[in-house]
């Protein structure tokens, strides 16, 4: 299987920082990388898929990069919508996993 | 508007069956594959199974594989995922998802159904 791994965690940002998320996945998975962004009590809504295409209706603050291994979401001003969990995911392979996640904390 | 809609969640004790389902609305059901993916009460995202567009192939995650099935109606445009001999940590909410756009990603998501497994 295929393992996904986040960092950090979590952070605390301010209103227009610049935040950056990465994700490795333990194996060469080419493009196949998505951004989920959830929120409490919601299902997790799509953000960026294939590494860096940006999903419709998603703002241009939002944008990921990457290949292979590792890869990397950035929003370049964060907003106090942004506030949640970050989530990276493989499709590279049927048994899709996800990362662990990076909460996202408004200071 | 596309669609999907979970139900069949509730308390359970361990070891007993659960059966969940997903009614899909808006699109062309048969085309697509789909997903469940389960979330622990504050805790990350845990894909769980897949079904091909015509239910011919199927996959799961080792923590499910022998216990739970997944299956498909494309006559009635339902998922179903069939869950026997629950343990307390299959206690989660419970998604169905599909990539509509063709994007290789779960761009369409249910609103979950809670399971809770305790004695």
């Not at chain 1, 890869?71 to 996993?97: A, H, K, R």
């Not at chain 2, 997903?35 to 504050?42: D, I, L, M, S, Y």
């Not at chain 2, 299956?71 to 990539?99: K, P």
């Not at chain 2, 609103?111 to 497994?117: D, H, P, R």
């Amino acid at each position: 299987d295929i393992q996904m791994t986040q960092s950090p965690s979590s952070l605390s940002a301010s209103v227009g920082d610049r935040v950056t998320i990465t994700c490795r996945a333990s194996q060469n998975i080419r493009d196949s990388l998505n951004w989920y962004h959830q929120k409490p009590g919601k299902a997790p809504n799509l953000l960026i898929y294939a590494a860096s295409s940006l999903q419709s209706g998603v703002p241009s603050r939002i944008s990921g990069s990457g290949s292979g291994t590792d890869f990397t979401l950035t929003i370049s001003s964060l907003q106090p919508e942004d506030f949640g969990t970050y989530y990276c995911q493989q499709t590279y392979s049927p048994w899709v996993s996800f990362g662990g996640g990076t909460n996202v904390e408004i200071k | 508007q596309v669609q999907l809609v979970e139900s069949g969640g509730g308390a359970v004790q361990p070891g007993r069956s659960l059966r969940l389902s997903c009614a899909a609305s808006g699109f062309t059901f048969r085309s697509y594959g789909m997903h469940w993916v389960r979330q622990a009460p504050g805790k990350g995202l845990e894909w769980v199974a897949l079904i091909s567009d015509n239910g011919s192939n199927k996959y799961y995650a080792g923590s499910v594989k022998g216990r739970f099935t997944i299956s498909r109606d494309n006559v009635r445009n339902t998922l179903d995922l069939q869950m026997n001999s629950l343990r307390a940590e299959d206690t989660a909410t419970y998604f169905c998802a599909t990539s509509y756009g063709g994007l290789d990603a779960f761009d369409i998501w249910g609103q979950g159904t809670m399971v809770t497994v305790s004695s």
